[in-house]
């Protein structure tokens, strides 16, 4: 139970800071694996040298007390690779997230003892060999159900409500307590020696533990700290009186509150403010009807097109319902701010397709490489959303890329052309983001100017604004060879190459840009 719980907390104490990328992923469960079958090794030989339960219990009382002490060493190093991270200086973040999963070989190494160790006391005093079978089935069923309870108690439960240092902690303490409770009935008081350990803990989390895991920016004030089931949150306010919400690593800005002003100095939002004008002049603010938002996030295309369409029916899509939650409390993402708003925390995909309405926009704003939902990459998913689009209606994505390689737009394009006739482009400037706009109805990108010109003179000049610089930003599309499919959608392949090849550049200088 304490191995699996240390291993998914692993790669929330790490994803806090570096993301919760595959690369990751793969790097936190590879090593976890290696130190394993370390231990299983070593766990083997230790027990036929060494056959006692108080070994045993040593063995689970350091690596309890190990356990716990991982994110309190990790802590000052997590801080230092978080300043990296932001300052774009890749040496030291990766020199950074190598000494993090160092910091797990030995304590797992020790728990990985456990297993060979039990059978090994377990059959002790067998002297029928027609028993081995059932004491060890019995010793790997127990312990594939602490590894259930360790996989589904940090995940839904736990982190979500104490938080990642404080999951350790727990599970920690759990282990230390039975291993504790094994010696004292073997050596009595004497046991009561190893009580040092809980102190030493209690003494560093004292210490370690104030403040945020991530400081603020320079300049900013931090409002808001949560982890959620999903996500490391963080909203923070510069002295302009702007708030932005930050998400794990927070090398994005996922969402922009302005006091008094629904501008957001050109970001990304308001470039989804031009979708419905790709379709044929005139177009006006009445033929906007509807919208969907995959990806709602705190809610500024949702505020935007309040702003411009006011009242305008909005169904919001957030997986993660604590980030709707401080959308509510800092961004007026909330029905007295945005009557007409309808918020679901749910997978988008799914959300969207029980939703039984059509829509004159569906806005998908999930794709943030390296965190790309390939469920909602795929012809069937653009099918789909098709099927909830009205005549006339259009969907704009939010697709990443770099200033040399833009792979992933181009496939992106190629796979929106499976559904949609025309698919139009605007780079974002100073960010990594290009819009792309499908249509229904075939359409050309000369629209957008025309419907520029023809706006009324009391539009509202948000929607000329972001029509302006939609104008302006406009580039031509191109389709891959590479469609993405439900049966295969490679699209962690293609963005861990696009990845490499950035820091292998020398565009690190860009890495902060929004």
Request: net charge negative; with cysteine; glycine share 8%.
């Amino acid at each position: 139970m304490v191995t699996l719980a240390v291993e998914l907390s692993a790669s929330r104490l790490l994803g806090n800071v570096f993301g919760s990328s595959n690369i990751v992923w793969a790097n936190v469960i590879g090593l976890i694996l290696l130190y394993l079958t370390a231990g299983y090794f070593i766990g083997g030989r230790w027990a036929d040298r060494s056959p006692y339960p108080t070994t045993f219990y040593g063995i689970l009382l350091w690596g309890a007390f190990l356990s716990a002490l991982i994110p309190l060493v990790a802590r000052p190093v997590l801080v230092t690779a978080a300043t990296a991270v932001a300052g774009a200086e890749a040496a030291l973040a990766i020199g950074s997230f190598a000494s993090v999963l160092v910091l797990f070989s030995i304590p797992v190494t020790l728990l990985g003892c456990a297993s060979p160790f039990a059978v090994r006391l377990a059959l002790a005093d067998e002297t029928n060999l027609s028993r081995t079978g059932k004491i060890s089935g019995r010793i790997n069923a127990i312990s594939t159900l602490g590894s259930l309870l360790g996989t589904y108690l940090p995940t839904i439960i736990i982190i979500p409500e104490l938080g990642t240092v404080r999951t350790f902690l727990l599970f920690g303490g759990l282990l230390y307590t039975v291993a504790l409770i094994g010696l004292f009935r073997h050596q009595g008081v004497a046991a009561l020696r190893w009580l040092w350990m809980p102190l030493v803990i209690a003494v560093l989390a004292y210490l370690v533990l104030s403040g945020p895991l991530r400081p603020p920016f320079p300049g900013a004030t931090l409002l808001y700290e949560k982890e959620s089931q999903y996500n490391y949150i963080q909203v923070q306010e510069d002295t302009a009186g702007n708030r932005y919400l930050y998400l794990n690593e927070g090398q994005g800005i996922h969402s922009q509150w302005s006091p008094n002003t629904y501008s957001d100095n050109h970001r990304t939002w308001s470039f989804f403010l031009t979708a419905p004008y790709f379709n044929p002049a005139p177009t006006t603010p009445v033929d906007v009807k509807s919208i969907a938002i995959v990806g709602l996030a705190g809610g500024t295309i949702a505020r935007q097109y309040n702003a411009v369409y006011e009242g305008i029916p909005i169904d919001g899509i957030e997986i993660d319902g604590a980030i709707l939650e401080a959308g509510a409390r800092y961004f007026d993402l909330n029905t007295m701010m945005m009557p007409g708003l309808t918020t679901y925390a749910q997978d988008g995909r799914y959300m969207l397709n029980h939703l039984d309405k059509k829509y004159s926009l569906i806005a998908v704003d999930a794709y943030r490489p390296p965190y790309i939902p390939w469920h909602l990459t795929t012809v069937e998913f653009f099918q789909e959303v098709r099927n909830r689009l009205d005549d006339n209606g259009v969907v704009a994505i939010n697709v990443g890329r770099t200033n040399a390689d833009r792979r992933l737009v181009d496939a992106m394009t190629a796979t929106l052309s499976q559904v949609f006739p025309s698919i139009h482009a605007m780079d974002v400037p100073a960010s990594f983001n290009t819009i792309l706009v499908a249509t229904v109805q075939p359409t050309d990108s000369i629209n957008l100017v025309t419907n520029l010109q023809d706006l009324p003179p009391d539009a509202p000049e948000l929607l000329r604004d972001s029509l302006t610089w939609g104008v302006q930003q406009l580039v031509p599309t191109y389709a891959s060879d590479t469609i993405f499919t439900d049966d295969h959608a490679p699209v962690e392949t293609l963005v861990d190459s696009l990845v490499v090849n950035f820091l292998l550049s020398n565009d690190l200088d860009n890495l902060a840009q929004p």
